[in-house]
């Protein structure tokens, strides 16, 4: 067994653009204390003055969850952020690809970006991050406003494996059932790391996706979440807010038109990842 404390990343993109102030930066300092609590260590990645940051301060994650205007960093705004001296919150897709030029190969998110709704076209960079970078991402499933069944194929295409843990299906994000099959069902943090040390030893491209449902007592049905999703969407449609402006757009109605129940059981389901996150890098750390 080994006497290193494995690392957990975790994105800032979530107290840039997840939640507001304070709740932001009581959320971030939540999950990484949950990382903590299972013997491993948080290491929150964000674009700070245009340096690298891995592993913020407690006065660090103040700064980001107070400022305005800063932007959504995906991987292909790293150049632009580093080169012009800039601060970036990363999302999925940025933080994947920078904890793995560090070395961390587990990390917990909410959900994975994806296919939006009526917009096939408009596809998350999370997607191909995923397919090419490997690293374990522990989530909820993909966020519950988009396309689910294109978003999951478009990671079988991609040679994505989803594994549901504890769970025979994929979780839909709010709700703990989405009605789609994971590849397999882990049952353990043990057998999610078999399965990555197998891929990883042929040399297989890219990163699994560990997908574990809301915890049960903070689950959003399915029926009322989808049908805040779908007045969501019509509004941002009416709106004509589409492309990065839309998820934060429908989440803020979905929040109100649930009551901020979606909001408690997003704080519920990352704070349950982060968890999850580090008995897997815990696990991939004993032989």
């Known amino acids: 067994m080994s006497t290193l404390t494995p690392r957990v990343a975790l994105e800032s993109a979530l107290i840039t653009h997840g939640f507001a102030y304070p709740r932001n930066a009581q959320v971030a300092r939540e999950m990484a204390q949950a990382v903590r609590e299972c013997k491993a260590q948080p290491c929150i990645i964000a674009v700070l003055g245009g340096q690298v940051r891995i592993g913020l301060h407690d006065d660090e994650i103040e700064a980001l969850a107070r400022a ?21 919150g990363t999302t999925v897709a940025a933080t994947m690809f920078l904890a793995a030029k560090h070395g961390i190969g ?12 009526g917009h096939p076209f408009d596809v998350s960079a999370d997607l191909i991050e995923l397919s090419r970078t490997p690293v374990t991402v522990v989530c909820a499933g993909a966020k519950a406003l988009l396309d689910l069944p294109l978003t999951f194929e478009h990671l079988e295409t991609l040679g994505v494996p989803v594994i549901g843990y504890q769970t025979d299906e994929i979780p839909a994000f709010y709700a703990r059932r989405s009605g789609l099959r994971a590849d397999i069902r882990a049952e353990t943090p043990q057998d999610v790391a078999r399965i990555v040390r197998v891929r990883r030893a042929l040399g ?3 990163g699994e996706l560990v997908c574990a449902p809301v915890p049960r007592e903070a689950e959003l049905s399915r029926e009322v979440a989808e049908e805040a999703i779908i007045e969501a969407q019509r509004r941002a449609d009416e709106a004509g807010i589409h492309g990065p402006a839309a998820t934060p757009f429908m989440l803020d109605q979905i929040a109100k038109l649930t009551g901020g129940a979606s909001v408690r059981a997003n704080v519920a389901l990352l704070i349950n990842n982060a968890r999850i996150a580090a008995h897997i890098a815990r696990a991939m750390m004993d032989e």
């Open 68 to 88: 305005k205007d800063v932007r959504k960093c995906s991987t292909r705004d790293l150049g632009i952020l580093i080169g012009m001296g800039l601060d970036g």
């Open 106 to 117: 587990v990390f917990a998110t909410g959900g994975i970006g994806g296919v939006h709704r």
């Open 204 to 206: 297989l491209p890219g």
